[in-house]
């Protein structure tokens, strides 16, 4: 009597391995792109700190007579250049080519005009790379 054997060879096994191989190597970047999720928490990130420096900024204002070293605005609300300048660096950051600009969003006036100190602005931060974006609430302090 004659047994015969059953299974798969050695070199069946490791086609089938390097086949699976190849497939992986191909299929998972286009599945798993974190590239976006980066860019998004980057943007949230940003506009996190924007709204923490401007809630420090407005209880500078409150708290200090003589508004030394307070940022009051005078012009537009919701732009690069009046939220940046609350930040450490004096402007948004820039990390390698991706930047940020900051518009006016649902609720931001666009000038101080007529708003009295403590009035809350919406304000929209984008990145530039994948149109990620975030909203962020400032309080605005106008001179006039």
Not at 22 to 46: H, M, N, R, Y
């Given at each position: 009597?004659?047994?015969?054997?059953?299974?798969?060879?050695?070199?069946?096994?490791?086609?089938?391995?390097?086949?699976?191989?190849?497939?992986?190597a191909?299929?998972?970047?286009?599945?798993?792109?974190?590239?976006?999720?980066?860019?998004?928490?980057?943007?949230?990130?940003?506009?996190?700190?924007?709204?923490?420096?401007?809630?420090?900024?407005?209880?500078?204002?409150?708290?200090?007579?003589?508004?030394?070293?307070?940022?009051?605005?005078?012009?537009?609300?919701?732009?690069?250049?009046?939220?940046?300048?609350?930040?450490?660096?004096?402007?948004?950051?820039t990390?390698?080519?991706?930047?940020?600009?900051?518009?006016?969003g649902?609720?931001?006036?666009?000038?101080?005009?007529?708003?009295?100190?403590?009035?809350?602005?919406?304000?929209?931060?984008?990145?530039?790379?994948?149109?990620?974006?975030?909203?962020?609430?400032t309080?605005?302090?106008?001179?006039?």
């Amino acid at each position: 009597m004659r047994s015969v054997q059953k299974g798969f060879t050695l070199i069946e096994l490791i086609v089938v391995i390097v086949i699976l191989g190849i497939l992986a190597a191909v299929a998972l970047p286009k599945f798993i792109d974190l590239t976006q999720e980066a860019l998004t928490a980057s943007t949230q990130g940003v506009a996190g700190a924007i709204s923490s420096a401007s809630a420090i900024n407005y209880g500078a204002f409150q708290a200090n007579s003589a508004k030394v070293g307070v940022v009051q605005l005078n012009a537009a609300v919701c732009s690069a250049g009046t939220l940046g300048s609350l930040l450490t660096g004096g402007s948004l950051p820039t990390t390698g080519s991706v930047t940020y600009s900051v518009a006016v969003g649902s609720t931001a006036p666009t000038t101080c005009a007529g708003q009295a100190a403590g009035t809350v602005a919406t304000c929209a931060v984008t990145g530039t790379k994948g149109s990620t974006s975030a909203v962020v609430q400032t309080a605005v302090i106008c001179t006039g």
